[in-house]
């Protein structure tokens, strides 16, 4: 599968996850729009900071 998890990396340097699953990402300036495998959607505001695709994950900064 091609799915993804999205963290948020605070400024603590903790991540925090934001949705499991995800297949979907539209960046923006500003915010990150997020949608599953499920059909959940979020928009977070930040930015892609890393992609780790063979881990499935994606870590967003504020």
């Known amino acids: 599968m091609c799915e993804?998890?999205?963290y948020v990396l605070g400024a603590d340097g903790e991540k925090t996850l934001v949705m499991e699953s995800v297949d979907?990402?539209?960046?923006?300036?500003t915010e990150v729009f997020l949608e599953n495998i499920f059909g959940e959607r979020k928009t977070v505001k930040g930015h892609i900071k890393e992609?780790?695709?063979?881990?499935h994950s994606i870590l967003l900064g504020e």
């Open 4 to 6: 993804s998890n999205v």
């Open 51 to 55: 992609m780790t695709l063979v881990d």
């Open 24 to 29: 979907k990402i539209i960046p923006s300036d």
